[in-house]
């Protein structure tokens, strides 16, 4: 069975600081790849997706970047962190397959002091 | 911007009732639709997937979906407490898998 790891838990980190996070999946190959963050009481906002290593599309424009530099590891860094950049940060893949859903990692709280 | 429209709640929900709870999109071009689960501090978790219009069932929980009006709702039949939640309605948008969520209808389960 597929299982996707992320870490860390929880984090926390002074404004300035770079952020680095990273997400894996087992069990599957060519899984497109996502990474979202979710402010307190809101939903989901994509921040990246990729359909394959180095591939890599942005939804937002923001202070963050991504990279898959492996078909099953997603990375999500930034060189300097905003007090916004706080968050929940969830990564998930699916199938390459249509109308897949999306599973989720446990996903990373990160406060920024 | 393609919605995903979902009322924000709370629901709140006798032990033993059945929850209702409804989910309306915007792109009539969608053509699949998940149900998530979110407990508080934690990932979101699937629990229903529909692709045709109609009821599909599993366990205590039925999706539903009609696509000519543009909605789909989700029932929780026998509520317990373990079901307070927020649930999250999400819709295929655009290629490569991606989805768009809505902001999620938070029930709560009174004994």
């Known amino acids: 069975s597929q299982t996707i790891h992320q870490w860390p838990a929880t984090l926390v980190q002074p404004v300035g600081s770079p952020l680095s996070l990273e997400c894996t999946v087992e069990g599957t190959s060519n899984p497109n790849l996502y990474w979202y963050r979710q402010a307190a009481g809101r939903g989901l906002q994509l921040l990246f997706y990729s359909v394959g290593i180095g591939q890599i599309s942005s939804e937002v424009p923001q202070n963050l970047s991504a990279s898959r530099p492996q078909d099953r590891q997603f990375i999500l860094s930034s060189k300097k962190l905003l007090l916004s950049d706080s968050g929940f940060y969830l990564c998930?893949?699916?199938?390459?397959?249509?109308?897949?859903?999306?599973?989720f990692g446990d996903g990373t709280r990160l406060s920024i002091l | 911007q393609k919605e995903v429209e979902q009322n924000s709640g709370p629901l709140s929900v006798p032990e033993g009732a059945i929850a209702s709870l409804n989910c309306t999109y915007s792109d009539r071009g969608s053509q699949s639709f998940f149900w998530y689960r979110q407990y508080s501090g934690k990932s979101p978790e699937l629990i229903m997937s529909?692709?045709?219009?109609g009821d599909k069932e599993d366990g205590r929980f039925t999706a539903q979906l009609n696509k000519a009006s543009q909605y789909v709702s989700l029932l929780i039949r026998d509520s317990q407490p373990s079901d307070s939640a927020t649930y999250l309605c999400?819709?295929?948008?655009?290629?490569?898998?991606?989805?768009?969520f809505g902001a999620g209808t938070q029930v709560v389960v009174t004994p």
């Open positions: 529909i692709y045709s219009n």
């Open positions: 998930a893949w699916s199938d390459r397959a249509s109308n897949q859903p999306q599973h």
């Open positions: 999400a819709v295929n948008r655009g290629s490569w898998g991606k989805l768009q």
